[in-house]
C-alpha cells in the first residue's frame, strides 16, 4: 500500500478531491500553508493499493495547474528606500508536489 501526499494550490484542490472520489478513492483534504509564499495551499492524502497509484498521478496532473504569482521583495535594511524601487518577481508556482511513501501497516478502527 501507498500514501499519496499531494501539495496543490487551494484553487486545485476541490476539483482534484472530486474527481479522486469519483473515481473511487478515499482523500483527505487539508488546509496548509507553504513555508516560502507563506500562502494557503492544500494537501491532499490518498492511501491506496500499489496498482492504483499511477491512475492517482494522473488526476493530478490533470487537475492541477501551474500559475504566475508576483512577490514585492522587502527593502534591504542597508538601502534607502526612497532608491530603491523593487521590482516584483515572478514566481511560478505548481501544478503540484507529490511524494508518494510506502504505508508498511494500515488499520481502520
Ligand atoms: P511554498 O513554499 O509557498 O512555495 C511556493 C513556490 O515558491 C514554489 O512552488 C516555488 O516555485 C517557489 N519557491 C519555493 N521555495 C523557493 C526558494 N527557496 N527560492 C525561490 N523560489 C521558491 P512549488 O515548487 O510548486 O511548491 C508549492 C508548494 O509545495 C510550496 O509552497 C510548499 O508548500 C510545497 N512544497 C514544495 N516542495 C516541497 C518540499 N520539498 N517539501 C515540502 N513541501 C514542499
Known sequence: MKLVISIVQRE????LLKSLTDAGHKATLVSTTGGFLREGNATLFVGAEN???EEILDLVRENCH???????PIVPVTEPSEFYIPEPVEIEVGGATV???DVPRHERF
Open 66 to 72: 501551474k500559475r504566475t504569482r508576483y512577490l514585492s
Open 99 to 101: 511524494f508518494v511513501v
Open 12 to 15: 486545485d484542490a476541490d476539483t
Open 51 to 53: 496498482d492504483r497509484v
